[in-house]
């Protein structure tokens, strides 16, 4: 027979109790977390939120509480009324924070019972993710799950206050809005009383943070949920929370300063300290290093090492002379074995018009002088594998190489990309051998937010700030110019006069902030002007009746005095999955959907009954 709670109520937490509250009358309740028979003593371990506690029910204390020990089982929900008392010196568990006390229980209360669970929540790991996804309300009873749940609350705490101690004010912005292009699909809910007619989920507050600038908010900020049609990643979900924020008359400094605040708050909440400022490198300069625009520096550099190469031997190798030649090392990898060397072939983006050598001895039979001078460019030793990536002179380049003094084509940025996603890859792979991503490791494991203090976090956590973004690319379907970004986004004032007699010379006022290979966040000085948003609408291929369609409020307001203004948005999810030491965003987003994009707990996406549709005016398509 289970028990009512009554008027009975909590005095403590389970995981607060100390050694000073010995001798204390307390109530705690919670889940059984594990359970231990002795004879005439029960010893029950108490969980909760803050941690667990050790209950002993004593058959001659409490017969009756003693029976009930005897029935309950793991994941029962239950109460115990008792007081606190210093465990037997050799009875300590130094392993728990409640280790030094127990509590005897005078009267234990069974709540409710529960169904034997499919895994345990004390389990530290549970192997089958679809398992702990479709019983999520188990696995976020663990204490990891706990823990990255209580990181995330002081996180998203200490971003608020900082913004707030900042002058940006909270302002929430529609969930109901009209689709906009932000670079994926949109999310469409069908309007019952306007047939025919659809609102879109937001991609993210972008028109309406904009027009907050322009009704005078000046600085605003939002946790905000936002929605993406999009294929699943480890760092990418349907559905996600950024910290959203736009400022009036600002530069790209100041929207960085503010950031970088915000952040240092952020890490701190997590007992980890970030120096400012951040560094910045331009676009270009992070394709020749890194070969991305979210650069893990963790990892060494890429080098140019063109000059280890004559030309004879560029043209024996069939390397293209007139693009770039790099080469990046991995430590403690070595030479690879054949089939090693085939295993990673895959990984190898072959469309970018590069090629790749990754077999050094075969390298340094034929061209050992060269071989040599590579490996001295890069500093690699013996046990370091090293790969060469160049442009391939016999490959169907899909890019345009219109090139202007001391900026990369796209030529050139398909050969560096290539090589810097290969480097990331390898870099995965073997990281076990090189060992460059266990400074993070350590760094989250000695982490303490409890404890008040800070640890240094520059070598584990690398900001770097990315500026001049392409404002256009090349369309090979139409074969011409268009936005990289979303049509919003201003060019540099220096270019403007460039905008229709020479897109690719433009270069737009966008910015990135990447941190350990992931993108953290994006953003942009925005067009306040209507007559440039025009001409980047005509870019874009929309009419002004297809603009004033589907923008018209927007540029509307644009017509009253809107102020110049700029912001950014940064994921939350990926800052807490960063700092928890987390594999993927699913580990800090309570209920999220799995790589099919499926519900396991909830169900979801299902159907819906036939009334239901034809009440939203709609008909289902059969497969």
């Known amino acids: 027979m289970l028990d009512f709670i009554g008027n009975l109520e909590r005095t403590h937490m389970c995981g607060t109790l100390r050694a000073a509250d010995a001798g204390q009358p307390v109530v705690v309740m919670g889940w059984v977390n594990r359970r231990r028979v002795h ?120 971003i608020r206050e900082s913004m707030s101690e900042q002058g940006f004010l909270e302002v929430e912005t529609p969930l109901l809005c009209m689709s906009t292009p932000e670079g994926a699909r949109d999310f469409l809910v069908p309007s019952r009383v306007h047939p025919g007619q659809f609102y879109a989920l937001p991609q993210s507050p972008q028109l309406f943070k904009q027009i907050l600038m322009i009704s005078g908010i000046d600085r ?63 676009y270009d300069e992070s394709l020749r290093r890194f070969g991305s625009d979210k650069p893990d520096m963790r990892l060494p550099e ?84 090293v790969v060469i990536v160049a442009g391939d002179p016999t490959h169907h380049v899909k890019a345009s190489d219109t090139k202007f003094e001391g900026r990369l084509s796209e030529r050139e940025i398909n050969v560096y990309a290539a090589a810097g996603n290969f480097r990331s890859k390898l870099a995965r792979k073997y990281a076990e051998r090189h060992k460059w991503f266990e400074v993070t490791e350590s760094c989250v494991e000695e982490a303490d937010p409890k404890s008040g203090m800070v640890i240094d976090g520059s070598k584990a956590f690398q900001p770097m700030w990315i500026a001049d973004f392409p404002m256009f690319e090349y369309d090979l379907a139409t074969k011409r110019w268009v936005p990289a970004h979303h049509p919003f986004t201003a060019p540099h004032e220096h270019d403007m006069a460039n905008l229709e007699s020479d897109p690719p010379s433009v270069r737009a006022n966008y910015y990135d902030l990447a941190m350990n290979g992931l993108e953290l966040g994006s953003g942009s000085i925005r067009i306040y002007r209507k007559d440039v948003q025009q001409v980047i609408f005509k870019a874009l291929g929309i009419s002004d009746e297809e603009a004033h369609e589907r923008f018209g409020f927007f540029l509307d307001a644009l017509e009253y005095g809107a102020p110049p203004h700029g912001g950014i948005a940064l994921g939350l999810d990926r800052i807490v999955m960063l700092v928890s030491g987390a594999a993927n965003l699913r580990e800090v987003i309570t209920f999220p959907k799995t790589a099919n994009a ?19 005016h709609i008909q289902a398509a059969n497969g």
Do not use: W
């Open 220 to 282: 605003y900020f939002q946790i905000a949920r936002c929605f993406r049609d999009e294929d699943q990643r480890a760092d990418r979900q349907l559905e996600f929370t950024q910290v959203d924020l736009e400022m009036s008359f600002p530069r790209q400094e100041h929207v960085f300063a503010v950031v970088e605040k915000f952040l240092v708050a952020a890490f701190a909440a997590a007992g980890i300290a970030l120096p400012t400022p951040f560094p910045r490198i331009t």
């Open 39 to 158: 004879g005439s003593l029960i010893f029950l371990d108490f969980r909760d939120r803050s941690g667990i506690c050790q209950v002993v029910l004593d058959k001659e204390v409490t017969p009756e509480g003693h029976a009930k020990g005897e029935a309950v089982r793991p994941e029962y929900v239950v109460a115990a009324l008792g007081k606190v008392r210093l465990r037997a010196a050799d009875a300590i568990n130094r392993k728990m924070e409640t280790g030094e006390i127990e509590i005897e229980a005078t009267e234990l209360r069974v709540l409710n019972d529960s169904r034997l669970a499919p895994f345990s929540p004390a389990e530290d790991a549970i192997e089958n993710e679809e398992t702990r996804l479709k019983y999520r309300y188990l696995d976020l009873r663990r204490e990891e799950m706990q823990r990255k749940f209580r990181l995330r609350h002081e996180i998203t705490r200490a």
């Open 598 to 616: 499926i519900d396991l707990m909830a169900h979801a996406p299902a159907t819906v009954p036939e009334q239901q549709l034809k009440e939203l």
């Open 302 to 385: 890429m080098t140019d090492v063109r000059a280890a190469f004559p030309d004879e031997a560029l043209a024996t190798l069939q390397i293209d002379p007139e693009l770039p030649v790099v080469a990046f090392r991995i430590a403690a990898v070595g030479s690879l074995s054949r089939e090693e060397r085939e295993d990673n072939h895959p990984m190898f983006d072959k469309h970018k018009g590069a090629k790749f050598i990754d077999d050094f001895k075969r390298l340094a039979k034929g061209f050992s002088g060269a071989a040599a001078k590579v490996r001295e460019l890069v500093g690699a030793s013996d046990k370091d594998l």
